[in-house]
């Protein structure tokens, strides 16, 4: 929603100032300068990044007109997932524990989570990481260092499109440069013309540089930070999973593992002390 606002705002200022300034909006309407400048601007995106960030960035994009996954509901629904899971630990043992990370598709815990477990990356990460656990041969020291290598190797893929991107945003100005470049070659092939006519092909080749900064500063570049910030609140949603395991691990009593994990989280996700525990009654 925001990126929408946000565009809805940029067109606005941008147009309505020329417009007030009594500039005629098909002026600006120059296609084929758009056509050189995302052209080539999509081109070079392909030839400097591999396939797998390509179609990653793809893939996040459409995530970013759906609002904020990573909200306090969700995260309450983590912890509460963990209540439970280490409840069992405590009460019968990690053995217990095993035939819900077999099986955590017909698991009575796992099944109870639908908005945590949906997601295959973090079910597979919670079942692997207890399954560490029951087998019993690392030690905390061990198991965190696992962790911190695979989270910082799913962090530098889930931000490589937010970086593959910002390139990109760089790069536009001089797209339009070339677009104003190509227009102006294409003026001087009408000197002989009429006035009228020169003033258009001058008018599109300064509509090439006018869209080439737009897009970069308007559009692309807060694309890029809106993909990074949406990586930074999954990675934090990850350490949260870490550090309530360890916390497990370690020995704390369940109540105590998850507000480990609690007191990780931003501010404006993070659910008070009481309502947590109220959260975790109503699935008790």
């Known amino acids: 929603?925001?990126?929408l606002i946000g565009a809805v705002v940029v067109l606005a200022a941008v147009l309505?100032?020329?417009v007030l300034s009594h500039g005629e909006l098909i002026a600006l309407w120059q296609p084929f300068e758009l056509l050189i400048i995302l052209g080539a601007a999509g081109g070079a995106f392909i030839i400097a990044n591999p396939g797998s960030v390509t179609l990653g960035t793809f893939k996040q994009l459409p995530r970013l007109f759906?609002?904020?996954r990573y909200n306090k509901v969700l995260y309450m629904e983590l912890l509460a997932l963990f209540f439970q899971l280490f409840n069992i630990?405590?009460?019968e043992g990690l053995i217990a524990v095993e035939r819900h990370i077999d099986d955590p598709e017909t698991s009575e815990v796992f099944t109870r989570f639908p908005s945590v477990t949906g997601d295959a990356h973090v079910l597979e990460f919670i079942c692997d990481y207890l399954?560490?656990?029951v087998i019993g041969d690392m030690t905390s020291y061990e198991l965190e260092n696992l962790m911190d290598i695979e989270l910082e190797t799913h962090?530098?893929?889930?931000?490589?499109?937010?970086?593959?991107?910002?390139?990109?945003?760089d790069a536009l100005p001089g797209f339009g440069i070339v677009a104003a470049v190509l227009g102006i070659v294409i003026t001087m092939g009408a000197l002989g013309g009429p006035p009228e006519e020169l003033g258009l092909h001058v008018a599109a080749a300064l509509v090439g540089t006018f869209l080439g900064i737009l897009l970069a500063y308007g559009f692309v570049a807060p694309t890029a930070n809106a993909l990074e910030n949406m990586a930074n609140e999954e990675a934090k949603f990850y350490e949260c999973m870490k550090v309530s395991i360890l916390a497990s691990i370690n020995g704390m009593p369940p109540q105590i593992a998850v507000e480990f994990g609690r007191k990780t989280l931003f501010s404006n996700v993070r659910p008070s002390f009481y309502e947590l525990e109220e959260c975790v009654r109503g699935y008790k």
């Open 89 to 91: 630990i405590r009460r």
């Open 16 to 18: 309505g100032g020329f």
């Open 1 to 3: 929603m925001n990126v």
């Open 155 to 169: 962090h530098h893929q889930i931000s490589a499109p937010s970086h593959a991107l910002a390139k990109v945003a």
């Open 131 to 133: 399954r560490l656990m």
């Open 66 to 68: 759906l609002g904020n």
